[in-house]
């Protein structure tokens, strides 16, 4: 393959997977919007579309592994491809998360425990996605640390929202709505909450290992991969 051939292909290998991380992103924060208003066909949106994002991930996949077997690529252009490879995994992994999170939006039945602010722990796990998306367009070793360094303050966030939820179960504290809910109901609801919480902390840690995958590629520095 010609130089300029193969450098054309790198570099729509970083279009390509800049394009799923938009559609990603965009997907979550459907499902963010679809928990929030209760917007079944926003939800159901969410979840059509993760064949789509589960296509293009083959397809880089595809890509990556045709561009290392046939090119055999070395330093900067060996982890570049390297850690696209490792990326797409978890926009992908992230993808199902949304698809997680538009399905308890649909399963909801009740407004329980209003006082936990998913929206405010979606948004924050969406921003680290992004931010460490802007890091591997830009190359800026920075904004890695930056999504490692926020990841503390999310886990608090789902730690505190957790502990919040179990602690009002415990003490009988009733839900918000009419405060006849059924006990089955109201476990079920609790459990929903509380998986919505851990994949929103899911989402933050994938956002992480990107950040992680993005600064070895850039200089070659493994301090947060482990």
Do not use: W
């Not at 979550?28 to 579309?49: C, N, P, S």
């Not at 006990?183 to 990107?210: M, Y």
């Amino acid at each position: 393959m010609a130089r300029n051939t193969y450098q054309s292909r790198l570099n729509q290998l970083e279009e390509d997977v800049l394009y799923l991380s938009e559609l990603v992103s965009e997907r979550v924060r459907y499902a963010l919007d679809a928990l929030e208003d209760k917007d079944e066909r926003k939800a159901q949106e969410v979840i059509e579309g993760d064949h789509e994002i589960n296509r293009i991930y083959l397809d880089l996949e595809q890509d990556c592994i045709d561009l290392l077997a046939l090119q055999q690529p070395v330093a900067g252009d060996l982890r570049f491809i390297a850690a696209s490879f490792k990326i797409i995994t978890d926009l992908e992994r992230i993808g199902d998360l949304a698809t997680n999170l538009a399905q308890y939006a649909i399963d909801a039945e009740n407004d329980v425990y209003t006082e936990v602010d998913i929206r405010r722990i979606g948004d924050a796990a969406l921003d680290m996605v992004d931010q460490a998306m802007d890091a591997y367009e830009t190359e800026d070793t920075d904004l890695c640390q930056s999504v490692a360094e926020r990841d503390d303050s999310l886990d608090t966030m789902c730690d505190n929202a957790s502990q919040s939820i179990v602690r009002d179960l415990m003490s009988g504290d009733d839900f918000e709505g009419d405060g006849d809910l059924e006990p089955e109901t109201a476990l079920v609801d609790v459990r929903r909450l509380l998986l919505t919480v851990r994949d929103l902390e899911r989402i933050g840690d994938h956002a992480v290992n990107v950040a992680a995958r993005t600064l070895y590629m850039i200089d070659n520095d493994d301090s947060l991969l482990f």
